[in-house]
């Protein structure tokens, strides 16, 4: 869904009348993934000769996606410290190797320690950044932001009017995809409903975490069902483009097709893998107990968040990030004005 499509839905949310009156617009950001993307992108340094890429680009992206959704509220969400420790209970490999020996900004930083701490630094920075803005940050422990994000997009929608925006690049989010909630993809500048998971995969959202499950990821070190692709999924399973099904679906259609192709063996004979990759790629029962959730539901019903613009500005003259952010006085007051409770 490109821009344009994107406000007509908006407009169609926001019609006149006490029964149709504009419901919540919540947006749910995966801090990381964010950071990460802008840290990559931008090779900015300050007169110190410091990266300030990740951090001033995050803030930047911060703005310009308040100012473009209008949302009521806003959570910033981060993994936890251990995050990754369920799933890799489940998968040992689980997203193991993740940019071992890659150096992202070669004209920057001499060596990868050099990057990583860079990274690490700003990432803290980008935290305290948040503390002064009327936002929610969300960070727990042994969690990981898709859990969270999760939980808060199936329980913040109140009404059939109400919108969760999810920002991420990160293509888990579009199981999650329904009425109520459309995900954002920066790397592609689309906003995702169910008519473009539709369009783009040819089958409903409800069934993309099947399409997750059978052909893996390879980022997250998921595997696939070897032979299985993007074209051979609906031509081996053509019922996820017109019905929504379970994985016991799937294992029963294999048997009944059990001699027509080899994939539908191999999926038979592989069923406890392909369970738990089932079961770690499933946002609808995200991996969290009661005390997370519970933290969560008080995190939602709390209204201490503060907006201290002086402290904001003073950090970004200390920080030296200079015009990264174009007359950034008026920048702070005019993005977050809306966001701040009235007392």
Known sequence: MDKKALLKLLD???????????????????GLNLFFR?????????????HIGGLGGFLRSLGAL??????????????????????KNLLPEYKSG???TRITNWDVFENLEDEEDAKIDQIVRVIHYLKTLPLKTVIIDKVEADDIIAYLGSVLPKSPKDKIFIVSSDRDFIQLVNENVIVFRPTEKEFYTNETVKEKFG?????????????GDSSDKVKGVRGLGDKGLLKRFPELSTQILTLEDIFK??????????IYARILNDMDSIEKNYKIMDLSNPMMDEKDKNYLNNVINSNDIKFIPEQFLAMYNEDSLGGIIRNVEFWITDIFKNLVIKK
């Open 12 to 30: 169609n949310i926001q019609e006149h009348g006490e029964e149709t009156e504009e419901g919540q617009r919540i947006l749910l950001i995966d």
């Open 38 to 50: 802008n840290f990559a992108m931008l090779n900015m340094v300050n007169p110190s000769g410091v």
């Open 66 to 87: 308040i100012r473009q959704i209008n949302p009521s509220s806003v959570y910033v969400v981060f993994d936890g410290a251990g995050s990754s420790h369920n799933r």
């Open 98 to 100: 993740r940019n071992i």
């Open 203 to 215: 089958m409903p959202a409800q069934n993309f975490i099947l399409y997750k499950t059978l052909l």
């Open 253 to 262: 259609i294999s048997e009944a097709k059990l001699k027509e192709h080899v």
